[in-house]
């Protein structure tokens, strides 16, 4: 029962363009959503946070999107650098409890 | 200032054998997590520790996984028969859990587990 889920596996995006992930949750307790990125060897590290209150946060070319009604956020990479090629996964908390991720989103930036 | 740190980086090791993999979070942190990532499943949640009490371990897959934090500065995971369905990684991770909320969550690098 996966509850917060990544459905594209994968995503290849041109240098300088627009990168949009999308994850979708079904437990609408989530109240709190993080995006984390990884890269190959390495362990994931914080990206962005949203809290429910909000619809959007933004943090330099990173923005994430909620949209409680449809119980689905996404992450804005604008503009995508080749730098910016890893694994997103996305995660969800219900108060102050634990992290579920989803099963991410392998993102490949071409030159 | 030092991450979260664990150790064995890589470990190869036959069925049936057991296998220990270690983790020394951020000192101050009070919340601790191991995770395991398959490609079916992503970050699968196996165990929460918060100040050194297990909280939450209905993600260990069954009896042959266990785990362990003596202290708030190591914790253990460990598979005894070791399976090749057990070969992933395995993350351990560290936050520090307030009234307010969770926190960001700091991974180590991860131990890759192969079973032959």
């Known amino acids: 029962d996966q509850q917060v889920k990544q459905n594209s596996p994968s995503l290849s995006v041109q240098e300088g363009r627009i990168s949009i992930l999308n994850c979708d949750y079904t437990n609408s307790m989530f109240d709190y959503f993080l995006w984390y990125k990884k890269y190959p060897a390495e362990g994931p590290t914080f990206l962005i946070s949203i809290s429910s209150i909000k619809d959007k946060n933004e943090d330099g070319r990173f923005t994430v999107f909620l949209n409680k009604s449809a119980k689905h956020l996404s992450l804005h990479i604008v503009p995508s650098q080749p730098g910016d090629s890893a694994v997103y996964f996305c995660?969800?908390?219900?108060?102050?409890?634990?992290?579920?991720f989803g099963t991410g989103t392998r993102l490949k930036v071409l030159a | 200032d030092a991450g979260v740190i664990q150790s064995p980086r890589h470990e190869v090791t036959e069925m049936g054998q057991e296998v220990t993999l270690r983790c020394k979070p951020i000192?101050?942190?009070?919340?601790l997590f191991w995770y395991r990532q398959t490609m079916m499943r992503g970050l699968e949640l196996l165990i929460y520790?918060?100040?050194?009490?297990?909280?939450?371990d209905s993600g260990m897959p069954e009896d042959r996984f266990s785990a362990k934090m003596p202290n708030a500065s190591f914790s253990t995971l460990k598979i005894q028969p070791s399976e090749p369905r057990d070969s992933a990684v395995y993350f351990c991770?560290?936050?520090?859990?307030?009234?307010?909320?969770?926190?960001?969550?700091?991974f180590g690098e991860g131990s890759r587990l192969t079973v032959l």
């Open positions: 995660a969800a908390s219900s108060g102050t409890y634990k992290y579920i």
């Open positions: 520790f918060n100040n050194n009490v297990p909280i939450d």
């Open positions: 000192s101050g942190h009070n919340s």
């Open positions: 991770a560290s936050s520090l859990r307030l009234a307010g909320g969770l926190g960001e969550l700091f």
